[in-house]
């Protein structure tokens, strides 16, 4: 049997042999998923605390966590930007007064990503 007649078996769900499936294996290389950090954290979660939603997502996984990943990237921006102009998140000059103000701006933001759209069941 030949690589396509295999393949035309796989797509119409006709059952094919062990040798078959190798074959099908060796010609069908499965599509991975690179996530960004949110994306990643949102997957693990749903794995481990909402596996009915996770399941739920069935085919539409992929799109949902590369989802999450630039809702949470347009709410970084958004976050950021309004809580720059805050008084007292304003610049100092002092460059450990801005080191410390930048890391409190991004916890508020990383918590604020996590809490709305990370860990939601």
Known sequence: MDNAEILRKAESDED???EEIIVYQRLVK???H???????LAKIYLEEHAPAKFWGLAG????YLHGID???????????????KKEQF??????????RIETE???IIEREILNE???VK
């Open 16 to 18: 094919l042999t062990v």
């Open 30 to 32: 499965p599509v991975t």
């Open 34 to 40: 690179t996530y960004g950090k949110y994306g990643t």
């Open 60 to 63: 539409n996984v992929p799109e």
């Open 70 to 84: 630039a809702q949470a990237s347009d709410m970084y921006d958004t976050l950021y930007a309004q809580l720059s």
């Open 90 to 99: 304003k610049r100092t000059g002092d460059f450990m007064s801005n080191l």
């Open 105 to 107: 701006i991004q916890n």
């Open 117 to 119: 759209l990370v860990y």
